[in-house]
């Protein structure tokens, strides 16, 4: 019976390390997306700004957005502009720790899919990696 009892609390102070470790990454995971949701709302506000002063402009480039007070705080995101303007076309967000994408529509709704880590390619873009 005592090695019975010795096994159990072996195999228990095994596991307990291997689940709070796989938690602490899903966190993580959402640490990184939260930031990453931020980042996109930042990148809305300055497009916001731009078309405030150019009401029939079409964002297609991050750099316009950091002329109108873009800041990121998320290191290695990624913020795609698709034709934006008043009216039309969306911003997209990714990021390598995050396994979700944000999409921004120009009435600023946000879309969350699940994908996977890697970036898919629109042509026609310009894309900003954050330093």
Not at 83 to 110: Q, T, V, W
Request: hydrophobic share 40%.
């Amino acid at each position: 019976m005592m090695r019975l009892t010795t096994f159990v609390l072996t195999l228990i102070f095994l596991l307990i390390p291997s689940i709070s470790l796989s938690q602490g990454s899903q966190i993580d995971s959402d640490s990184y997306c939260h930031e990453l949701n931020g980042d996109l709302r930042n990148a809305y506000t300055a497009a916001q700004a731009y078309l405030y002063e150019h009401p029939e402009g079409i964002i297609n480039s991050v750099e316009i957005l950091h002329d109108y007070g873009l800041r990121e705080h998320l290191a290695g995101a990624v913020i795609d502009v698709y034709s934006f303007s008043a009216d039309d076309g969306f911003m997209r967000a990714k990021h390598p720790m995050c396994n979700k994408e944000y999409l921004m529509d120009s009435a600023g709704n946000i879309t969350v899919t699940e994908e996977a880590n890697e970036l898919t390619s629109i042509p026609n873009t310009k894309r900003a990696v954050m330093d």
